[in-house]
């Protein structure tokens, strides 16, 4: 099964909320970083304004509910998109 990773912060879904092509988004919610797909994730510069403010903002889990016990901020930035860090 393909992953697809948030813009903003890097975690992985199981589908692309992008579209199969990458170019139709559904204007949902990320879970960890609250970006909303279509909007805060549309370019490469907006992906990095919003990771920043998620950043200095302390990271919080915008479903704090999901975040997982072992959660690992740097090995999830390491899976953004190489064209978005």
Same mark, same amino acid.
Request: aromatic share 16%; hydrophobic share 25%.
């Given at each position: 099964?393909?992953?697809? +990773?948030c813009?903003v912060?890097?975690? @992985?879904?199981?589908?692309? &909320?992008?579209?199969?092509?990458? @170019?139709? &988004?559904?204007?949902?919610?990320?879970?960890?970083?609250?970006?909303?797909?279509?909007?805060d @994730? !549309? #370019?490469? $510069?907006?992906?990095?304004?919003?990771?920043?403010?998620?950043?200095?903002?302390?990271? $919080?889990?915008? !479903? &704090? +509910? /999901?975040?997982?016990? @072992?959660?690992? /901020?740097? #090995?999830?930035?390491?899976?953004?998109?190489?064209? !978005?860090?």
């Amino acid at each position: 099964m393909s992953t697809w +990773n948030c813009r903003v912060c890097g975690l @992985d879904y199981d589908y692309s &909320p992008w579209g199969p092509q990458g @170019d139709t &988004p559904d204007y949902g919610t990320c879970e960890c970083c609250g970006a909303q797909f279509g909007v805060d @994730d !549309y #370019s490469v $510069a907006s992906s990095r304004s919003f990771r920043q403010q998620w950043l200095s903002g302390g990271t $919080a889990w915008f !479903y &704090p +509910n /999901l975040k997982p016990a @072992d959660w690992q /901020l740097e #090995s999830q930035l390491s899976q953004i998109p190489a064209h !978005y860090r």
